[in-house]
């Protein structure tokens, strides 16, 4: 690395990928973090203790990884293939198959399903329960407009977005058809689309160096609440630079949340009140994904460069952990005006 991190961006995990890390996400259950990585690697961490714990090898990149419970977890790769671990015994297995990379993958409570999302233009949900082998797993196969680029998940609620801005919302219990179509009301390519804790939307974010705050309810009362914000963006002499917005985290307690972009920054976002809250030192490189812990108390952050300027030199991969102070994350209260005198 060409230049020591700055003392703010927090503890560095020691082992982290030799590639680029697609994603990182912890765990429901514990301080436990999963990593996937351009490098074929998942890799479990214990984040508060500094540990690798495990780590499993793909026949390709791993563009996602999820987990399922504190001893197992599912990824999605380039190989076309969706596998499941179980992190105590080392055991691993194909749950099934795409036609083309897997881009996304998530692990429905709500419904027991795994559900994975592919640049083969399909969705797919598969019950991990079943016999060994991907006939007896895959529970459905879902057509999409476009190549799916991100997943997230609110209860029932699945958002699915893809290439050329569309937006399909389903609910779990019903897949034959999408809920809603809509499409994405910024006006470039989406990076990642993540639900509101609280089940009523989504915040979509762009390579435009923009973020949308979309709410699932249809009436006008709740579509005149929805917006759009700039971020990630630089003014020199005039000139602006704009980043793609690569992550969005919600945080568990307070429902602000956190964005990463190009620009190496993690700013932290109160939605409600249209405000920003915080901004965390620049990092060494682009960040790539974000996450915080189940309680809220820590921020993955993923500093690695995501290859927006081609095949550049740039600084080493690496994980971060930050303790999260409540200063940086609670919204803060609205301002009572003074009373008028009489």
Same mark, same amino acid.
């Given at each position: ?30 301080d436990h ?59 691993e ?98 990076r ?15 390579v ?13 009362? %709740? ?50 009140n ?11 490189? %682009? ?15 993923? %500093? ?5 300027e ?10 971060y ?22």
């Amino acid at each position: 690395m060409s230049g020591a991190p700055p003392s703010g961006s927090g503890r560095e995990l020691a082992n982290p990928p030799s590639d680029g890390i697609s994603n990182l996400r912890f765990s429901n259950h514990s301080d436990h973090l999963l990593v996937s990585s351009w490098d074929k690697s998942v890799r479990l961490y214990d984040a508060s203790a500094n540990v690798l714990k495990g780590e499993f090898m793909h026949g390709g990149p791993v563009l996602d990884c999820c987990f399922h419970d504190d001893s197992s977890g599912f990824s999605a790769s380039a190989d076309f293939t969706v596998r499941r671990y179980v992190f105590s015994s080392g055991k691993e297995d194909i749950l099934g198959r795409h036609d083309a990379p897997v881009r996304c993958v998530e692990y429905s409570y709500a419904a027991g399903q795994v559900i994975t999302g592919s640049w083969d233009k399909t969705l797919k949900c598969w019950d991990p329960r079943g016999a060994s082998g991907p006939e007896h797993t895959l529970v459905g196969t879902y057509l999409q407009p476009e190549r799916v680029y991100s997943l997230s998940l609110v209860g029932h609620r699945l958002v699915v977005a893809t290439a050329g801005r569309h937006v399909n919302v389903y609910d779990l219990r019903n897949m034959s058809q999408p809920e809603q179509r809509r499409e994405s009301s910024l006006k470039y390519q989406t990076r990642c689309v993540r639900c509101y804790p609280n089940g009523t939307g989504f915040a979509l974010s762009s390579v435009e160096g923009r973020v949308a705050m979309e709410f699932f309810d249809l009436s006008e009362t %709740s579509q005149s609440k929805k917006y759009a914000f700039k971020c990630h963006r630089k003014s020199e002499a005039g000139r602006d630079t704009v980043y793609p917005v690569n992550a969005i985290a919600f945080h568990p307690i307070y429902g602000t949340f956190a964005t990463g972009g190009c620009d190496g920054f993690v700013n932290v976002w109160d939605g409600n009140n249209k405000k920003r809250l915080y901004q965390y030192s620049k990092y060494p490189s %682009s960040i790539a994904a974000l996450s915080f812990s189940k309680d809220g108390r820590l921020l993955a952050v993923a %500093s690695s460069y995501t290859f927006e300027e081609g095949d550049i030199p740039h600084e080493q991969d690496a994980i971060y952990l930050r303790n999260i102070n409540e200063v940086e994350v609670k919204p803060k209260p609205k301002a009572i005006p003074a009373a008028a005198p009489l």
